[in-house]
Structures are given as structure tokens and as C-alpha cells.
């Protein structure tokens, strides 16, 4: 599921929220003011990069028979 980053209009609060596809259509309460004068701020979840390194499974096992024959 998704995070997103909401800013307050009426306090300036800034909080993340999950939000399930179904309802991004809709902008979630503040949770300090209660007012649903929100929006949404460009996350930037979205460009950040969660793979693993590519090499990591490859290092690992070339580690594993170096130690053996050593
Ligand atoms: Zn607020």
C-alpha cells in the first residue's frame, strides 16, 4: 500500500497516510485540525529506488565458496 505525504491548508500540519487505491480519490482528515482541507504533496516515496544491488545474491555465494577451498 502505498504512503502518502498530506499537508493541512488550515494548520499547515504535515502527515503520511496509507491510502488504498480505492480511496485516493479522496482526501483524508487532519489528524491535528480534523478539517479535510488537505492536499496531497508529491511523495517522494515514489522515486526512491527499494531494489536490492543487483550483485548482492552474487557476492554472497562467490563469499561462501572462496571460504571453502581457503
Ligand atoms: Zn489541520
Redesign the pocket.
Known sequence: MPIYEYE?R??G?IFEKMVPLSDLHQTPA?P??A?RNTRKKLSTFATRTDRPAAGSSCSTGSTGSRGRFA
Open positions: 493541512c488550515e494548520c500540519y487532519c491535528d485540525c478539517s
